[in-house]
């Protein structure tokens, strides 16, 4: 354990080094979580521990690229301010560490137990067999972690399995530890169960659930969990279906049978840059989750100045009408300064709300459908005065669908996300989350999301609503400026 005392003192050292200079980049967002310097990637080992919040994340500290996979780590008191840590977990042994770039502590989840801090992770190193195993780390401060020197706990695969073996969920459930762990089999995507009585030994059980065909040939970092009487699985699915966008299921859960009776599969978020949510259950017993907001096609400008990657914003959520809603955690509410309260318009053409919308922003707008003509209509952010570079927010009456289209959104990948959308009493609600590179668009109170990254000019700050051939009445538009905590 010698070694993994060494290998985190040489991340935290280079983080050091790194970060000052990373920390100047123009792309850098304001209030959404990022590590210091380096590359990130999913979320890991969310959880409330001795009254603070807990993040880790998969994280290179060498580069802006995906590399040898550590678990950084932050702690909070609230949500928005957060306090980056010293590195929790580095490669260091012979089942998480390899002479190649392809090794590494791999994600997984967090759980306390007898007031101690245990992280459940997947070690990988490309040049052993297996290449994946589950394994343990624990704390008694949340700070220093010591590896487990029984590791693996799970040494292999079962035959329901394949090599693909990895992001370990672990909760409780009455008298007994159950962890969760993606895999594949011959094109179907699994999520294999396991069940302890100390976190220590594990049993395999079975299958809890898989795809149909349709929904992903491996299954990344599933979560199971109940919420609101129900029960809840998200995937992060790999090939093998038309997007691989994250999906959740409600469902139920039999401890029984060990097993999951999925229902109708619905897309968790309709963006471009959103994978590998993670939920936990803080003190106020609100299901929160957090995700990677970026994905791993997606151009990063930001890797020419040394970083690259950033989580969502959290999201609390909630089961209603047997669909899962998404809604930012109330904290943000202490970042809101400089409102703006328009109250009641309508408007035809365009409508200018701010030539020069903060960088970091929120807006919620409420459309009264019933009260209007227009067919299409919407609002440009990040917007430079002539118009040449623009993110733009498109409602279709026709298609009932809302669009996100960043093909003149600066530097970046180009694409467009669309939204199924019903119109609720003739009214339609959208809440926007904006930060230097990216949009985050709640619809209907959280029943459809989309989140995608975006790199304007930073002069490109001009904030209108437009209509297409028609009026539009606005019932509500409430607009603030968010402000800087995250460096």
Known sequence: MIYHEKEIQKANNIISELSKETQKSQYRLKYHFMAPTGWINDPNGLVFYKGEYHIFYQHDPYSPEWGPMHWGHAKSRDLVN?????????????????TVNDHGCFSGSAIVNNDHLYLFYTGHSIEKDPVQVQCVATSQDGVNFKKYEGNPIINDFPKDGTKDFRDPKVWKYEEFFYM??????????????????????????????????????????????????????????????????????????????????????????????????????????????????????????????????????????????????????????????????????????????????????????????????????????????????????????????????????????????????????????????????????????GEQVITKRIFPNLNSNLCKLFASAGKMKIEDLKVWSIKKVID
């Open 82 to 98: 957060w306090d980056h840590l010293p590195i929790a977990l580095a490669p260091s042994e012979e089942y998480d560490y390899g």
């Open 180 to 445: 969760i762990v993606g895999s594949k089999k011959e094109g179907i995507g699994k999520a294999l169960l396991y069940q302890s009585k100390d976190l220590y030994e594990w049993k395999y059980v079975g299958v809890v659930a898989e795809s149909d065909g349709t929904q992903g040939d491996m299954w990344e970092c599933p979560d199971l969990f109940s919420l609101d009487n129900k029960d809840v699985l998200i995937i992060s699915p790999m090939y093998g279906t038309k997007n691989e966008k994250p999906f959740y299921t409600i469902g139920n859960m039999s401890y029984k049978t060990k097993q999951f009776t999925q229902g109708l599969v619905n897309t968790l978020d309709y963006g471009s840059d959103f994978y590998a949510p993670q939920t936990f259950v803080d003190d106020k017993n609100r299901r929160i989750m957090i995700a990677w907001m970026d994905m791993w096609f997606s151009h990063r400008p930001s890797q020419k100045e040394g970083w690259a990657g950033a989580m969502t914003f959290p999201r609390e959520l909630k089961v209603i009408d047997n669909k899962l809603y998404q809604v930012p955690v109330d904290e943000i509410e202490t970042l809101r300064e400089n409102l703006k309260d328009f109250q009641s318009f309508q408007y035809e053409n365009e409508y200018m709300i701010d030539p020069q919308l903060s960088v970091s922003s929120e807006i919620h707008i409420v459309y009264d459908i019933a009260q209007s003509t227009s067919n299409e209509f919407g609002l440009f952010v990040r917007s430079s005065e002539d118009g040449h570079e623009r993110t733009k927010i498109i409602i279709d009456i026709m298609k009932q669908e809302v669009l996100v289209d960043r093909n003149l959104s600066g530097t970046g990948e180009k694409s467009v996300s669309r939204a199924p959308v019903s119109f609720v009493n003739g009214r339609l609600e959208l809440r926007i989350l904006l930060d230097t590179t990216s949009i985050e668009l709640f619809i209907n109170g």
